[in-house]
T-cell receptor, first 115, second 110 residues
Framework: DADVTQTPRNRITKTGKRIMLECSQT?????MYWYRQDPGLGLRLIYY???????NKGEISDGYSVSRQAQAKFSLSLESAIPNQTALYFCATRGAGTSSTDTQYFGPGTRLTVL | QKEVEQNSGPLSVPEGAIASLNCTYS??????FFWYRQYSGKSPELIMS????GDKEDGRFTAQLNKASQYVSLLIRDSQPSDSATYLC??????????FGSGTRLQVQP
C-alpha cells in the first residue's frame, strides 16, 4: 500500500462549488504539505503543518483552507472554486529531525478541473 | 527574481551521454538541496540530496553544490531514454518548507 494517499485522484467541478481534497499518510510523519503544480511554474506551496496544532500559510494560500484532523490526515479545501484553481495538487510528508530526514515524500496527486 | 531558478529546457542529449542540469538559488541561508525526478502526470520522486559543498555520487547520478556561488547541479552519466523526465531542484532554509524550481525537461534520444 502507498505511504501517502490522496483522494480523489481526479475531480471536475463547477465554479463556486466547495471542494475538499484529502491526504492520508502511514509514514508516521509530523509534517505535511499541500502544493499545486501548474505547467511551467513548478510546485508552489499552499499550506503546511508541523503538527496538528501548527498550521502555516504558504506562498499561495488565498482561496484555500486546510484542516489537520490527525497526525495522519491533512485536508485542503477550496471554499468557492474558480477556474484558475485548475491544477495538479500534491500532498507531501516529511519526518521531523535532522537534515538526514529532510526527504519529502509525495502522494500521487489530484488533478482538479474547475469549469 | 525567483528563489530557485532552472532552465526549463528541453535539454536534449543522446543515449549514453552525460546530462548536466543546473540550478541557482537566492537564499544564502539555504542548508539542504534536493533533486527530484518527475515523469509526466506523476508525483515527484527524490533522487539526490546534498547538504555540504562538493560532489555527492549515487550510481549514475552526481550532485554538486557550491554555496559560495549559490549553485547546485545534477549530472547524469550514461543517460538512458528512461531518464527522460522533468528534474526539479528544491532548496530548504531553516524551518521553511522546500522551495522548488520550475524544473528542467530532459529528453534522452535513443
Amino acid at each position: 500500500d502507498a505511504d501517502v494517499t490522496q483522494t480523489p485522484r481526479n475531480r471536475i467541478t463547477k465554479t463556486g462549488k466547495r471542494i475538499m481534497l484529502e491526504c492520508s499518510q502511514t509514514k508516521g510523519h509530523d509534517r505535511m504539505y499541500w502544493y499545486r503544480q501548474d505547467p511551467g511554474l513548478g510546485l508552489r506551496l499552499i499550506y503546511y503543518s508541523f503538527d496538528v496544532k501548527d498550521i502555516n500559510k504558504g506562498e499561495i494560500s488565498d482561496g484555500y483552507s486546510v484542516s489537520r484532523q490527525a497526525q495522519a490526515k491533512f485536508s485542503l479545501s477550496l471554499e468557492s472554486a474558480i477556474p484558475n484553481q485548475t491544477a495538479l495538487y500534491f500532498c507531501a510528508t516529511r519526518g521531523a529531525g535532522t537534515s538526514s530526514t529532510d526527504t519529502q515524500y509525495f502522494g500521487p496527486g489530484t488533478r482538479l478541473t474547475v469549469l | 527574481q525567483k528563489e530557485v531558478e532552472q532552465n526549463s529546457g528541453p535539454l536534449s542529449v543522446p543515449e549514453g551521454a552525460i546530462a548536466s542540469l543546473n540550478c541557482t538559488y537566492s537564499d544564502r541561508g539555504s542548508q539542504s538541496f534536493f533533486w527530484y525526478r518527475q515523469y509526466s502526470g506523476k508525483s515527484p520522486e527524490l533522487i539526490m540530496s546534498i547538504y555540504s559543498n562538493g560532489d555527492k555520487e549515487d550510481g549514475r547520478f552526481t550532485a554538486q553544490l557550491n554555496k559560495a556561488s549559490q549553485y547546485v547541479s545534477l549530472l547524469i552519466r550514461d543517460s538512458q531514454p528512461s531518464d527522460s523526465a522533468t528534474y526539479l531542484c528544491a532548496v530548504k532554509a531553516g524551518r521553511r518548507a522546500l522551495t522548488f524550481g520550475s524544473g528542467t525537461r530532459l529528453q534522452v534520444q535513443p
